[in-house]
């Protein structure tokens, strides 16, 4: 009798899993394939138009009352190449430009190339100061009311 109850266990078991397979194998959401994608000849690509780059327009040009951002003295250099540019010799309030506009300018000084004009904004978008000027400061008075010993 032992013998009939195990293999009755065993064959209730295997009926189980293939009844729990069947059922995990039905209940799991059919995986649907996706609609082919019409192939058609491929277009070559349209020519890409070369970007253009406006040149940079001057913010100075016009003004009067331009800032000045460096001063007579300072030796520059370009920002992009750390090249010399030279030391600002003068500021000009209404420089004269060979494209008939007017404005602020910097008139460089440089061992090379003698004085040369820039306009005032586009050089200092351009470049940085490398040495400063020698500036003097006066010493400091004393305060009014107060005795020296």
Do not use: C
């Not at 109850?5 to 059922?23: C, D, N, Q, T």
């Not at 540019?85 to 008139?107: I, K, N, Q």
Request: net charge neutral; aromatic share 4%; no cysteine.
């Amino acid at each position: 009798m032992a013998s009939l109850h195990s293999k009755m266990l065993g064959s209730a078991l295997i009926a189980a899993l293939v009844l729990i397979a069947v059922i995990a194998l039905l209940g799991r959401p059919r995986e649907s394939t996706p609609p082919q994608a019409v192939s058609r000849p491929a277009e070559p690509p349209a020519p890409v138009a070369p970007a253009v780059v406006p040149a940079p327009v001057s913010r100075s040009k016009g003004q009067s009352d331009w800032a000045f951002f460096f001063r007579t003295g300072d030796t520059l250099s370009r920002m992009a190449d750390g090249s010399t540019l030279g030391v600002v010799a003068r500021l000009e309030r209404a420089h004269s430009f060979p494209d008939g506009s007017s404005g602020p300018a910097y008139v460089m000084r440089s061992p090379g190339q003698g004085e040369q004009v820039f306009d005032a904004d586009e050089l200092e978008r351009s470049a940085r100061v490398e040495s400063v000027r020698d500036v003097l400061v006066p010493p400091a008075r004393p305060a009014a009311g107060t005795a020296h010993h």
